[in-house]
């Protein structure tokens, strides 16, 4: 039974990282973050404009602990863009202050030039 659900989470998060150019999976949702690191990475993409599609973790523990798994990476929040796990908090944090973020969403069609 637990298989299915975890097996069910890995597709879910499969499927909304390739159908989004950019996703954050998060502790609440864009208009309520449920966390500090959460509404951070939400007010970075914000400012830069950046459409992004943002999945609350907290609907399911399923969820909460596969997208640990699926990126091999243990904290939320996590930002995928185009497919590919950037990072949590801090990486978003120091790549959006040495203008590497702006670059990168540039460069892979997200953001307006």
């Known amino acids: 039974m637990t298989d299915s659900i975890e097996q069910q989470a890995h597709d ?8 989004h150019p950019v996703v954050l999976f998060m502790k609440g949702v864009p ?20 459409d992004f ?3 609350n973790v907290l609907q399911s523990d399923a969820l909460r602990q596969g997208v640990k798994v699926y990126s091999d990476w243990p904290t939320i929040p996590q930002l995928y863009v185009k497919g590919e ?29």
């Not at 959006?96 to 997200?110: A, I, K």
């Open 12 to 19: 879910f998060i499969a499927r909304t990282v390739s159908e």
């Open 85 to 113: 796990f950037i990072g949590g908090c801090d990486i978003v944090k120091e790549m959006y202050g040495s203008g590497e973020l702006q670059t990168l969403l540039s460069e892979q069609g997200v953001l307006a030039a």
């Open 31 to 50: 208009d309520r973050p449920g966390c500090g690191f959460s509404a951070t990475v939400v007010q970075i993409l914000d400012h830069l404009g950046v």
């Open 53 to 55: 599609a943002g999945v």
